[in-house]
């Protein structure tokens, strides 16, 4: 089995992304692969399938690709267990939504073990959720939501529901009062944008600075998910 060393510097980067995201698209991995062309980067995991370092999905009519870990470089990397098998629609469109997101905002995902080590105080029981945060480029920390598909209010109340129940916890209510958590929403058009941004000015969140982008990537996946 070949070790970390042993790999292409951009296997290596497309590995850590993986560990990151827990899907990979080569069109948006773009954003971080910015010295290979494309094709290039086509290229890239078609080898790294063929290495069983990557596993390649469909969905879709069109046949879109999607690639996760392999078990392979799960234990080539030392990281936990997780699932290598297809992600179902909301998971997929979670790994999308988040993917898309951190390319369109320029943000640093940062994966459940980064955060945990980065942020102790943060973690305050077993089984709160921590596998969304990310940092900005000046260091602000981001919690990311992502768009299934519901409505613009029920999207507002669930922003909503982020922010109360950290509020609750002692080190996350004065982070928060020194505005020093963020969200930032993933939708799939300008227009949904628009609409949740509508519902927040409703009853606008204290402290708490709330961004919708709009994530074209979702669009195809929302559309499929439909047609099932």
């Given at each position: 089995m070949k070790t970390i060393d042993s790999l292409r510097e951009n296997q290596k980067l497309v590995l850590s992304l993986g560990v990151a995201f827990n899907a990979l698209i080569p069109e948006l991995a773009m954003a971080w692969l910015t010295e290979l062309s494309s094709?290039?980067?086509r290229k890239c995991?078609?080898?790294?399938?063929?290495?069983?370092?990557?596993?390649?999905?469909?969905y879709g009519d069109n046949r879109e690709s999607y690639y996760l870990l392999?078990?392979?470089?799960?234990?080539?990397?030392?990281?936990p267990p997780r699932r290598v098998s297809p992600l179902g629609w909301?998971?997929?469109?979670?790994?999308?939504?988040?993917?898309?997101?951190?390319?369109?905002?320029?943000?640093?995902?940062?994966?459940?073990?980064?955060?945990?080590?980065?942020?102790?105080h943060l973690c305050p029981r077993r089984?709160?959720?921590?596998?969304?945060y990310a940092l900005t480029a000046e260091n602000q920390l981001v919690w990311i939501v992502v768009d299934h598909g519901a409505t613009a209010f029920t999207m507002a109340k669930k922003i909503r529901k982020v922010i109360s129940k950290r509020y609750d916890i002692?080190?996350?209510?004065?982070?928060?009062?020194?505005?020093?958590?963020?969200?930032?929403?993933?939708?799939?058009?300008?227009?949904?944008?628009?609409d949740i941004?509508?519902?927040?000015?409703?009853?606008?969140?204290?402290?708490?600075?709330?961004?919708?982008?709009?994530?074209?990537?979702?669009i195809p996946l929302m559309l499929e998910?439909?047609?099932?």
């Open positions: 094709n290039a980067i995991f078609r080898r790294m399938v063929k290495a069983k370092l990557l596993l390649r999905y469909f392999s078990r392979r470089a799960i234990r080539l990397l030392g990281i909301p998971a997929l469109i979670q790994a999308v939504g988040v993917l898309g997101i951190c390319v369109a905002a320029n943000l640093d995902k940062l994966s459940a073990a980064d955060f945990a080590q980065a942020f102790p089984g709160f959720q921590v596998g969304y002692p080190a996350f209510r004065d982070l928060i009062v020194a505005r020093g958590l963020s969200i930032i929403v993933a939708t799939p058009t300008p227009e949904k944008a628009t941004e509508a519902e927040l000015t409703k009853d606008p969140p204290r402290f708490v600075r709330v961004q919708v982008v709009p994530v074209a990537a979702l998910r439909d047609k099932k």
